[in-house]
């Protein structure tokens, strides 16, 4: 029953007009764990999953609550064709649809979204973006895998990750604690009255490896729903959140990460990130026109003690914006457009060193950057018959980067300052799909478009020797797609194979050098099933199958860090999935054990050393006495497996992120 109120409360949210068309869908919804409502596909628009012509997953806040994630990447893990490797404390990169992907080619791939609003800046994006994201406070987390719709422009590149946030209850408070066994302290709270939700979180970790604890706050205010005549409806949100993190380092030596004496070490205990970030927004609708105006602020400073010289950087950036968008019965028109100020500054207080004394002692970079940013975007439906619909749009996106460098321009070790200069950027986006409803059961669908961004600030500005100002261009993904969903009583099954090619990769490869052409391709297969064969018991997990493979041959000085044409691309695990086990023997209690399994991978791009991968199992179970409270308990690691996180091949070595040995979190949740 709770299953059901949770579906028909989203078709409701969907709208009066779209709901006759949700009528024949809601049975076979209320069989299934996920609320099928998506708004990520059409930024606010919502409709129901299975028919839009992608792979999209989407988590509802009945099955976040039951993972009861402290680290994002617990919950996103669980989606198809998505492994995110964690590092220290609340530090992660992300793959979805690609290898694990480092520096600015890991922070603008994917584009991290609160209630459809990019937490960053394009340029000015964060590998470790999900830590901003208010996954505390989410109504649903939508994961849209490939590149994005015409809606969104750069990042969306191999896929969006969107939160949505809890909408205000009258009269309602709620509440969640959560302890473990070794040190670990998190709390939320929220409070909802007319249609206004305050929401808090707080969270201390101690850390399992030496020095490795970490604290953060965040908060977020928001007025839902409110009419302001005429026909205009407002929502608006604000939300805050600060970090102050002792970062854990990579242990060091071959299969490290086996070894008791080493793996809880940490060989940094100097490291550190400290980050504030503050961001608001507002959703003005007036018939079927949405603005969308926004502001944002971050803050950063972290040690950079994954290469040598670990100098310190400070980076920032403040933006205001505006994502202006027409919905008609077939069509949707839009423009956006964003100014934004940004800095970095880099200094290394160590002495010199390095393979060649190249990380100097002293400033790296100092300089600032404003952007312009403007779009232009547009996308039509149109039906075929009765069964088959097309889909085909476009996307136009200008950039405007100009560059301000504060101090002098020279040469200092690997480190290369440049003049002021300006630079720009144009990208076109098409995309096309095809939808076919086979039956009332199933549905397939076919999607080629094109992915595209500009390089990231950091790619352009932080120069090494070996490079040339503006040489760098955009980079472009291009991406065929078909999938096919299937419905039927109780089982949800869901497939989709894809193929992208690369073109201009800008990466880092393992001797830290910028490598600025690359090009790499990506074949995939991925599944999802998800069964419930008796009241009492579900069935549900995903498979992945991914070659990715380098396009281009790049000679380098070793042969780990050479680059050969057809080789693997390195932290790309071919095979890898998930599988669940749950039973619900009798009303208000469950328990689920998790399968979790990552295969082998090349830890460098010579194709020289591999992780054999992991296989780690969690025990999850919950029992709710009231609405008022529901105890959960959940044991990561249940068989104490030594495991990597994270593992590559780096600066001539092994290099690993050990993962959590056997802990047990239990809590309490309920609302009031």
Do not use: C
């Amino acid at each position: 029953m709770r299953k059901f109120l949770m579906v028909t409360t989203s078709v409701f949210w969907a709208g009066n007009a779209q709901a006759q068309e949700f009528t024949d869908e809601v049975t076979l919804l209320a069989t299934t764990y996920h609320n099928e409502i998506i708004s990520v596909a059409k930024r606010t628009n919502r409709q129901i999953r299975t028919k839009y012509p992608a792979a999209v997953e989407v988590f509802d806040n009945l099955k976040i609550e039951e993972v009861s994630a402290v680290h994002p990447a617990e919950l996103l893990n669980k989606v198809t064709g998505v492994h995110i490797h964690r590092g220290s404390g609340l530090e992660h990169l992300t793959s979805v649809r690609s290898p694990i992907l480092t520096g600015g080619a890991g922070a603008g791939s994917f584009l991290y979204l609160q209630d459809g609003v990019p937490l960053r800046a394009a340029g000015f994006s964060n590998v470790n973006g999900l830590f901003e994201a208010q996954t505390e406070f989410a109504e649903a987390v939508e994961v849209f895998k490939g590149p994005g719709s015409v809606l969104y422009g750069s990042n969306a590149l191999h896929g969006l990750i969107n939160i949505r946030s809890q909408p205000a209850f009258d009269e309602q408070q709620r509440y969640k604690i959560t302890v473990s066994d070794d040190g670990h302290f998190s709390g939320t709270f929220s409070s909802s009255r007319d249609k206004t939700v305050a929401r808090v979180a707080l969270v201390s970790d101690n850390g399992f490896r030496d020095n490795s604890g970490y604290d953060q706050q965040k908060f977020s205010l928001s007025v839902t729903d409110t009419n302001l005549g005429s026909d205009v409806r407002l929502d608006w949100h604000v939300s805050a959140q600060n970090l102050n993190q002792e970062t854990a380092g990579f242990i060091r030596g071959d299969d490290a990460y086996l070894d008791d004496d080493i793996r809880f070490t940490n060989p940094n205990p100097e490291a550190y990130r400290d980050a504030r970030s503050v961001r608001t927004h507002v959703r003005l609708k007036k018939n079927d026109f949405v603005v969308i105006p926004y502001a944002r602020w971050t803050d950063m400073e972290f040690l950079r003690h994954f290469v040598p010289g670990q100098a310190t950087e400070k980076v920032g950036h403040w933006s205001v914006g505006s994502l202006n968008t027409w919905y008609g019965d077939n069509l949707i028109l839009g423009f956006d457009a964003e100014f934004t100020n940004g800095f970095l500054d880099e200094f290394q207080t160590g002495p010199t060193t390095g393979f060649r004394n190249d990380f100097v002692q002293g400033e790296h970079y100092d300089y600032e950057v404003d952007t312009i940013t403007l779009a232009g975007y547009g996308e039509y439906d149109l039906a075929l018959g009765d069964k088959t619909e097309l889909s085909f749009g476009a996307r136009a996106e200008y950039v405007d980067y100009s560059y301000d460098n504060k101090i002098d321009t020279a040469d200092v070790g690997r480190f290369r300052r440049v003049d002021d200069r300006s630079d720009d950027f144009f990208i076109i986006t098409p995309k096309i799909a095809l939808s076919y409803r086979a039956s009332a059961r199933t549905r397939l669908y076919a999607r080629a478009v094109r992915g595209a961004r500009a390089p990231q600030v950091t790619d352009l500005y932080s120069l090494q020797t070996q490079q040339q100002p503006g040489e760098i261009r955009n980079e472009t993904l291009d991406s065929f797609e078909a999938g096919l969903k299937y419905r039927w009583r109780r089982l949800n099954f869901e497939a989709a194979a894809y193929a992208m090619e690369k073109d201009n990769f800008f990466f880092r490869n393992s001797a830290g050098l910028n490598v600025v052409n690359g090009k790499t391709s990506h074949r995939g297969l991925e599944a999802s099933a998800r069964w419930a064969p008796a009241d009492w018991l579900e069935l549900s997990g995903n498979i992945n199958f991914a070659d990715h493979t380098y396009n281009f041959s790049d000679a380098a000085n070793s042969a780990s860090n050479t680059i050969t044409d057809g080789a693997k691309v390195d932290t790309a695990p071919e095979f890898y999935g998930t599988g669940v086990i749950k039973i619900l023997p009798f009303e208000d209690f469950s328990a689920e054990l998790e399968w979790r399994h990552l295969g082998e991978y090349f830890l460098d791009p010579g194709n020289t050393q591999t992780y054999p991968g992991h296989d780690v199992f969690v025990l999850r179970s919950q029992y709710k006495f009231s609405d008022a409270a529901t105890i959960f308990a959940r044991m990561d690691n249940l068989f104490d497996k030594r495991y990597a996180n994270r593992a590559d091949f780096a600066f001539g070595g092994e290099r690993y992120f050990p993962g959590r040995p056997r802990t047990l979190f239990v809590g309490l949740r309920g609302e009031f």
